[in-house]
């Protein structure tokens, strides 16, 4: 009987397909059976059926008011999504939700296709599998809204950035093809959701050149064909708008919603420096058992180049959404990429003593603090139909936690890691299962 060769089948672009693949599996369930529960889902998803019934692909609208916050890239995907897979009158959920699964599983490829040229194909198939599988962004996968989307659009950049930082490094000549990729993942960062995206990107390059001391590596990026391509991609839509709504637009998107995000806490959704770092253990589950390992591997091994660029594009985003007064559960999503890939970096070698218990104990730590928002919504909301679901959801958590802190303590990592995911996806699943017989949290279903 032949063994099972993990390299031959992740080698080339089999890897990447395998952590999209996966993505898929993982972000479906969320995409099938959770109702409208976000009230800005229900609020893109309204605006695209507007734009489909309107037949006007510039100005965006929520019933009859201007919804002029986010940039128009998500609204005109979730638009071909609806009119290749359902109808507008249908009012689904669903078809709206595409653009986000696509989003989530662009990001887990990107993660994957760049740690193959950053550390190798095995290091890359797992940060993403562990990208994919996250709670934080299976679940935006089926949310219909801009940022798994974003997350995919600025890993995409960040990836292609990293192949043509290696590359300078190797004293090679980055080829185009990365070089289009850098500006199309950066242009369409931009189309869905302005300048976060790009903030992430810069405060990368920024950090990066200033650790290298060394600058000339930015003059291979192709700016003289790479800027038009992006202005070729935001400046239709910008003039067209501008012009439609005699510059409203502008005046609402900046000084109505991103200026106010910076100066305070907008719309109530205020929270405190470090709050990221506290919610992490729940937002990587299940992959939690191996993020002090990740912290370890990126400060050990900071001297090397690979490493180097995960640390300087993890570090300076997460301050950036530290710092910023307004903050969301999901904003550090587009850095995720960076986190996932030194946890796949730390299995490549034995992982210390400290690490393995500290993440053992943050993998309990996070599983029952999801056993306890299960089994509170169950109580306080639940049906008897409800019960069944709620128990997988819990059974499997628990699983993901035991078996995978077990077999980190026992110095098997990579056995942990494959446990955490599987039932790490199998209790996303269940979870989205459970919020969906939860009937009081779907309030439009009720109100029908």
């Known amino acids: 009987m032949k063994s099972f060769d993990l390299d031959r089948r992740i080698a080339g672009w089999r890897g990447p397909l395998l952590a999209a693949l996966l993505t898929l599996v993982a972000g479906l369930p969320g995409l099938l ?20 019934e309107s037949g006007d692909y510039v100005d965006i609208r929520f019933q009859d008011e201007p919804r002029w916050k986010k940039p128009v890239g998500i609204y005109w995907l979730q638009a071909a999504a609806v009119a290749l897979t359902s109808d507008p009158e249908d009012r689904e959920i669903a078809p709206y939700r595409i653009p986000s699964l696509l989003g989530a599983m662009l990001a887990a490829w990107a993660v994957a296709w760049a740690g193959s040229a950053l550390l190798g194909a095995r290091v890359g198939f797992f940060g993403g599998a562990i990208m994919g599988a996250t ?7 089926g949310i219909a809204k801009t940022d798994a ?25 980055p080829i185009r093809p990365h070089k289009l990729l850098f500006w199309l993942g950066l242009g369409l960062s931009i189309l869905i959701k302005g300048p976060i995206g790009l903030l992430v990107v810069a405060l990368a390059i920024l950090a990066l050149s200033i650790w290298d001391r060394d600058v000339r590596w930015l003059g291979r990026l192709g700016w003289g064909w790479g800027l038009p391509l992006v202005a070729l991609m935001v400046g239709p839509w910008a003039i067209a708008i501008t012009i439609a709504t005699d510059g409203g637009f502008w005046r609402e998107a900046i000084g109505g919603d991103l200026a106010p995000k910076i100066a305070g806490a907008h719309e109530s959704h205020s929270g405190f420096p470090g709050m990221y770092v506290l919610l992490a253990p729940l937002l990587f589950f299940p992959s939690t058992l191996l993020l002090p390992a990740a912290i370890a591997t990126g400060w050990s091994r900071r001297a090397e ?5 995960l640390v300087c594009w993890l570090v300076p985003g997460w301050l950036m959404f530290e710092l910023a007064p307004t903050k969301l559960w999901h904003y550090t999503l587009p850095t995720f990429g960076a986190l996932a890939l030194l946890a796949a970096a730390a299995l490549a070698r034995p992982i210390g003593k400290v690490s393995r218990i500290t993440g053992a104990v943050l993998a309990v730590f996070a599983a029952v603090l999801i056993c306890g928002i299960t089994v509170y919504g169950l109580t306080v909301y639940g049906t008897s139909t409800a019960q069944t679901w709620a128990a997988l959801t819990v059974g499997s958590t628990l699983a993901a936690a035991a078996v995978g802190g077990f077999l980190l303590l026992n110095r098997a990592p990579v056995a942990a890691l494959v446990a955490s995911l ?17 009937r009081p949290l779907a309030i439009a279903p009720r109100l029908e």
Do not use: N
């Not at 180049?305 to 660029?309: D, G, K, L, S, T």
């Not at 599987?422 to 939860?438: D, K, M, P, Y």
């Open 149 to 173: 989307m974003l997350c995919g659009a600025t890993t995409l950049a960040m990836a292609a950035l990293a192949r043509i930082y290696m590359a300078t490094r190797a004293g090679e000549r």
């Open 305 to 309: 180049p690979a490493i180097r660029f």
């Open 33 to 52: 059976l959770l109702p409208p529960l976000d009230r800005d889902e229900s609020r893109f998803a309204q605006a695209t059926v507007q734009m489909l």
């Open 422 to 438: 599987a039932f790490g996806i199998v209790a996303h699943a269940a979870l989205s299962g459970t919020i969906r017989q939860l």
């Open 135 to 141: 709670f934080l962004l299976s679940t935006e996968a």
